[in-house]
């Protein structure tokens, strides 16, 4: 790595409903840099990867578009942010930008629109109708900012370290894991197939997923790797990953992504990291 590149930790870029933003003091401690790589199928904004910058990872999540603009941001942080810089704020434009036909863009700027659109929804939600247009109503909030040149150059220089993909989780893992890596594994929570943030696609995330996930586990154990998993405390949870030592842990969460209804919420983290190597 440059010497240059090491000046600004990266920060996201994107907001993303359902990020471990408030874990991350404890998630990192499981980190080790004796790990070969970092991987992460379920990436999100990817908080913990921007928080370690590891040296080499793999990222990937079922989100194709996202997976797009992490992809452009790699290449063309400058680019985008000129451009998200030139395009009007408030209702009226962020409905109007809301309702382009994004097919019909470059790269460039479909991952400025999608950057626009996320920074200014309402709370980070991703959500999308049948057709798979984006329909997050506007967020409204007064602090709402475009991130910096710096943050998109970090970013930029932290994602040149990794191969990110577009795929679902169990194709991924088995694909690519092997002795020696780190595995950062945080799904959507689904109850009885009812999705508790519904920031998703319809029917994205079910028990059924959370049983692939199960096996998806002794996978990655099996090959010499480690992983960590963080997930909502729930009897599903624990009954279908229940093999394996995990810890409870409080944290403020906003149900439905409404701050007014925030509220003290028990979190799961499990791993396979012998304990004794837990900091
Ligand atoms: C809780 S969010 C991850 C948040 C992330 N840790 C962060 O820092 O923002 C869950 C992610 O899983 C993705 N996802 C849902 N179903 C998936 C699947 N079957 N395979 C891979 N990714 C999936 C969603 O698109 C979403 O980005």
């Known amino acids: 790595m440059k010497r240059r590149e090491l000046a600004t930790k990266p920060r996201p870029f994107l907001r993303w409903a359902g990020s471990k933003k408030k874990l991350l003091p404890r998630l990192v401690e499981f980190w080790s840099p004796n790990y070969s ?9 990817a908080v913990l990867f921007f928080s370690i910058a590891p040296q080499r990872a793999i990222l990937s999540d079922i989100n194709d ?3 797009e603009v992490f992809s452009a941001v790699k290449r063309y942080p400058r680019a ?5 810089l030139e395009l009007p704020r408030g209702k009226r434009a962020y409905y109007k930008i809301r309702k382009e036909n994004s097919n019909g863009l470059g790269l460039i700027d479909r991952a400025v629109r999608f950057i626009y659109l996320n920074r200014f929804c309402f709370n980070g939600i991703y959500r999308v109708n049948q057709n798979g247009k984006f ?5 409204g909030n007064s602090n709402a900012y475009v991130p910096t040149l710096e943050d998109f150059k970090s970013t930029s220089a932290a994602l040149r370290r990794t191969n990110i993909i577009a795929d679902d989780f169990e194709s991924t893992l088995k694909k690519n894991v092997r002795k020696g890596d780190f595995v950062y594994i945080d799904p959507p929570y689904a109850q009885d197939n009812r999705k508790v943030f519904h920031q998703y696609r319809p029917n ?5 997923d959370l049983n692939r996930l199960a096996r998806s586990l002794d996978l990655i154990n099996r ?3 480690h992983f960590l998993l963080s997930y ?11 093999s394996w030592p995990h810890q409870k842990l409080m944290v403020h969460r906003n149900i439905s992504g409404f701050v007014e209804s925030r509220r003290l919420a028990a979190e799961l983290l499990m791993t396979n990291i012998p304990e004794a190597h837990w900091s």
């Not at 985008?80 to 998200?84: A, C, E, G, K």
């Not at 329909?135 to 967020?139: A, D, M």
């Not at 994205?204 to 059924?208: H, S, V, Y």
């Open 37 to 45: 790589r970092y991987l992460e199928p379920f990436m999100g904004s």
């Open 65 to 67: 578009e996202l997976i």
């Open 80 to 84: 985008i942010h000129s451009r998200l």
């Open 135 to 139: 329909n997050v109503p506007y967020g």
């Open 204 to 208: 994205e995330f079910g028990l059924e």
């Open 223 to 225: 090959r010499g790797a």
């Open 232 to 242: 909502g405390w729930c009897p599903e949870a624990l009954r279908i990953f229940r």
